[in-house]
């Protein structure tokens, strides 16, 4: 059994459970004034730290643990006769078990109010310094940093006496990712403040983006392959991955995913919960664009009307739905080769249908109220460096359309230029989308030119065998001459909505009055690379 255990907790969530357990297997615990007083306090047998170093805490706390006594009992290697010899020279008792959680710098300094003074004295020293001991000297010491880790060293220590080895190489572990955060924490704090000189006693101005960008990500698989066979890759997600966010998936069946697989399942679904749950939609995606999007009274309906915009390029795609997903839809997308399927939830109806299907990935995101964002900031590699951005979350509010034709939109059309704007977005630039009836009807994307992705959409819809007549249109940047805007005319779109901003915009609305069109500005545009 090991003898003596530290304990030293800011967050104190369940440490009164496993101190009383500790000492029930007659392990001594050692503490800091504040975990010790608690522990006291219940009646658990505890020694102050201060009394087993023979010196105080001092300095407010600055230092408590800084001491040979501690690093000594923690760093010395139980297999070397000499570290224990010297343990003995020195009267210094091993510490077997170090149980440790850090002062709330990034709680501390996420609050508004929080002065540089009160930032820089929630910056752990002792804590840390201990962690890294015991997570190096992890073949003798066992560390715990998390209190999710109490109850399985608990039931090792009652089980056999001591942890196992795997369990302290994977705690310690955890250890270092723990206090490579806690100082990437620091650091994008202290790189932020502008002033070379912050005072104490002031809430420090901070830049937005800090002069040193530490990002970390955990390792959800390691992937068969990257975009192409010849390369490798893994997926990372965020340590706390935002609500409703991708990385949250529960695979239900199907074979792995791949990296193409979760791009492609990211843009459905980032695409999809832009539709509020009380308005059925599906998003159907291929290489990276949707191929097809509509809405409808049901699941159903919604991937019906989607299918019927690219049925050809539908084939093999990423379908994502806002809805649960029920046994009618099921049955209508299993008609059809799928990838991926994605829904916030699907019925044992749902789940029968696709069964039989192995292959399909199927993947469930639960989509709590009141999700936002995906993401903080938006990350793009270029050659030596990163690109680093909001995400593009804005959605353009009615009051800031303006309507600049003779021609005013109906309130239907209104609906079906609101519905093309929103698959805009998600489209690759240059994107020109045609759509009508809560549907889109022609896609055009990633053209270096938008009259061409306005002729491809216009063909595409052709190929279809839809029509464009009456057709609503968005274009996710404003028109730089007018013929992009003849050709939507020409095609049969009778009403129009961009972002303008363009310094031919009077030619182009000229061109819009001239055509008879309706055609609507939203002072936001949505390139998308
Ligand atoms: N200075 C030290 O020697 C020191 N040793 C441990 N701590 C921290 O003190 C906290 C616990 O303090 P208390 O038991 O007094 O509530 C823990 O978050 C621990 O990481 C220290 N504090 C800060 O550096």
């Known amino acids: ?35 010790a007083k608690l522990l006291a306090g219940l009646g658990i047998p505890v020694v102050e730290v201060a009394d087993h170093t023979g010196f105080p805490e001092m300095l407010d706390g600055r230092v408590k643990t800084l001491h040979p006594k501690i690093h000594g009992g923690i760093l010395a290697r139980r297999d070397l006769p000499e570290h224990m010899a010297a343990l003995d020279a020195h009267g210094i008792g091993r510490i077997d078990l170090l149980v440790v959680n850090l ?20 910056i752990d020293i002792g804590g840390p310094t201990m962690l890294r001991s015991a997570a190096k000297n992890h073949r003798d010491v066992a560390v715990v940093v998390d209190p999710a880790d109490y109850a399985v060293v608990v039931a090792e220590l009652k089980a056999a006496g001591e942890t196992s080895f795997a369990t302290r190489f994977r ?11 806690y100082d990437s924490a620091i650091t994008n704090y202290l790189t932020a403040i502008e002033a070379e000189a912050p005072e104490a006693g002031v ?25 192409n066979p010849h390369q490798t890759a893994a997926f990372y997600r965020d340590l706390a991955p935002a609500a409703g966010a991708l990385a949250n998936y529960v695979q239900l069946q199907g074979k792995e995913l791949s990296y193409n697989n ?16 009380n308005e059925p939609a599906c998003v159907i995606i291929k290489h990276a664009n949707p191929c097809g999007v509509a809405v409808g009274a ?64 199927v993947l469930e995101i ?58 805009a977005k998600f489209v690759k630039s240059n994107a020109i989308v045609f759509c009508g009836g809560g549907m889109t009807l022609g896609v055009g994307a990633g053209q270096m030119s938008r009259i061409d992705s306005a002729r491809i959409a216009s063909i595409k819809a052709e190929n279809a065998g839809l029509t464009l007549k ?32 363009s310094m031919r915009d009077q030619e182009v609305i000229d061109a819009a009055n001239e055509r008879g069109i309706a055609m609507v500005l939203t002072g936001t545009r949505h390139f998308r690379h």
């Open 203 to 227: 809430v420090p101005a901070r830049e937005q983006y800090p002069q040193v960008f530490n990002q970390a990500f955990e390792k959800v698989q390691t992937l068969r392959y990257g975009e």
């Open 366 to 423: 639960a989509l709590p109220a009141g999700f936002g964002t995906s993401v903080a900031y938006d990350l793009k590699r270029v050659g030596g460096g990163i690109l680093v951005q909001s995400p593009d979350a804005k959605n353009v509010a009615a009051e800031e359309l303006k309507v600049v034709t003779k021609v005013q939109p109906t309130p239907a059309q209104m609906a079906d230029l609101m519905f093309a704007w929103k698959v």
């Open 298 to 361: 049901t699941a159903l309906e919604a991937y019906s009307k989607a299918f019927k915009t690219d049925s050809t390029s539908a084939f093999g795609g990423i379908i994502a739905f806002n809805v649960p997903l029920d046994g009618a839809a099921a049955e209508a997308v299993s008609k059809q080769f799928v990838e991926v399927l994605i829904a916030p939830a699907f019925t044992p109806e749902a789940r029968a249908i696709f069964a039989a299907k192995t292959n399909v990935r």
């Open 171 to 181: 705690l310690a572990k955890k250890v270092f990712a723990h206090t490579a955060q």
């Open 1 to 35: 059994m090991i003898q003596r255990a530290l304990i030293s907790v800011s967050d104190k969530t369940g440490v009164a459970e496993l101190a009383r357990e500790l000492a029930a297997l007659g392990v001594e615990i050692l503490s800091t004034g504040g975990t």
């Open 470 to 501: 009456g057709s609503a249109v968005a274009s996710d940047a404003f028109f730089p001459f007018r013929d992009g805007l003849d050709v939507v005319c020409d095609a049969g779109a009778t009403c129009v909505i961009h972002p303008g901003g």
């Open 262 to 277: 979760i791009a492609d399942a990211d843009a459905a679904w980032e695409c999809v919960k832009t539709f509020p749950a």
């Open 103 to 122: 002062y709330p710098f990034v709680e501390a300094t996420s609050k508004a109010d929080c002065t540089f003074e009160n930032a820089i004295e929630n």
